[in-house]
């Protein structure tokens, strides 16, 4: 049986440097800097993920190919990505592709709800898209942040009711904060960093840079 393992446990593995967890399980960018390399990188990714009946999300753009893994049936990482994370970069190596962690993010809309009910139809409506367990929704053709829906016991009026959540790698989130404040925004709180740390633009709109740390 498949046994579901932590980010930490993930990071931990040899030959996985190229790889980043963020929320949606491990992710990785490799710089191939032209369409032919990444659709060699690609080719070999599929024989891979064939070979281990395994298969990530791959995005193909001219500059670079961007991989995420996840196990399904546990709902997270497994052993199955660590072994194909491996192969996966091995591959990268023989055809002298470099990853770029700085590239590596999870974008995700959190909207504040009382009865979901009365709100989440809406939004999938809206969008087109899918549940996924009680608190989300995501774009069934995988392009588009996903929806998470957090639930408030009473109104909030003071703070916006919608914010976005970026998850970054761990080694990368505190030069994303200093970045993002150098741009003219405020760290609103740091309380619970490393797992987020929320800052605001300007006029008060929030956004959480999240790591995997401080949540295992």
Same mark, same amino acid.
């Given at each position: $049986?498949?046994?579901?393992?932590? @980010?930490?446990?993930? %990071?931990?593995?040899?030959?996985?440097?190229?790889?980043?967890?963020?929320?949606?399980?491990?992710?990785? %960018?490799?710089?191939?800097?032209?369409?032919?390399?990444?659709?060699?990188?690609?080719? &070999?990714? !599929?024989?891979?993920? +064939?070979?281990?009946? %395994?298969?990530?999300?791959v995005d193909l753009r001219y500059a670079?190919?961007?991989?995420?893994?996840v196990t399904h049936d546990v709902d997270?990482?497994?052993? %199955? *990505?660590?072994?194909?994370?491996?192969?996966?970069? /091995?591959? /990268?190596? &023989?055809?002298?592709?470099?990853?770029?962690?700085?590239?590596?993010?999870?974008?995700?809309?959190?909207? +504040?709800?009382?009865? =979901? =009910?009365?709100?989440?139809?809406?939004?999938?409506?809206?969008?087109?898209?899918?549940?996924?367990?009680?608190?989300?929704?995501? *774009?069934?053709? !995988?392009?588009?942040?996903?929806?998470?829906?957090?639930? $408030?016991? &009473?109104?909030?009026?003071?703070?916006?009711?919608?914010?976005?959540?970026?998850?970054? @790698?761990?080694?990368?989130?505190?030069?994303?904060?200093?970045? /993002?404040? =150098?741009?003219?925004?405020n760290l609103v709180s740091d309380a619970?960093?490393?797992?987020?740390?929320?800052?605001?633009?300007?006029?008060?709109? &929030?956004? +959480?840079?999240?790591?995997? $740390?401080?949540?295992?």
């Amino acid at each position: $049986m498949t046994e579901k393992i932590a @980010p930490r446990q993930f %990071h931990e593995a040899p030959g996985i440097e190229d790889w980043r967890v963020v929320f949606e399980g491990a992710c990785a %960018h490799f710089r191939t800097k032209s369409f032919a390399v990444g659709v060699a990188l690609v080719d &070999e990714i !599929g024989r891979l993920a +064939d070979a281990a009946n %395994h298969h990530p999300d791959v995005d193909l753009r001219y500059a670079g190919v961007t991989v995420r893994l996840v196990t399904h049936d546990v709902d997270g990482l497994s052993e %199955h *990505d660590v072994a194909l994370a491996q192969q996966i970069s /091995a591959a /990268a190596r &023989e055809l002298g592709v470099a990853a770029d962690p700085t590239r590596v993010q999870t974008v995700q809309v959190a909207i +504040d709800r009382l009865v =979901a =009910a009365d709100v989440q139809p809406f939004w999938r409506a809206a969008l087109g898209y899918q549940e996924a367990g009680d608190d989300d929704l995501v *774009d069934p053709q !995988g392009r588009g942040p996903s929806i998470w829906f957090q639930q $408030m016991d &009473e109104p909030r009026t003071v703070r916006n009711r919608i914010h976005v959540d970026i998850s970054v @790698p761990h080694d990368q989130a505190e030069a994303r904060v200093a970045a /993002a404040i =150098a741009a003219g925004g405020n760290l609103v709180s740091d309380a619970n960093a490393p797992a987020w740390w929320t800052l605001a633009d300007a006029e008060g709109n &929030e956004a +959480d840079v999240a790591t995997w $740390m401080g949540r295992d």
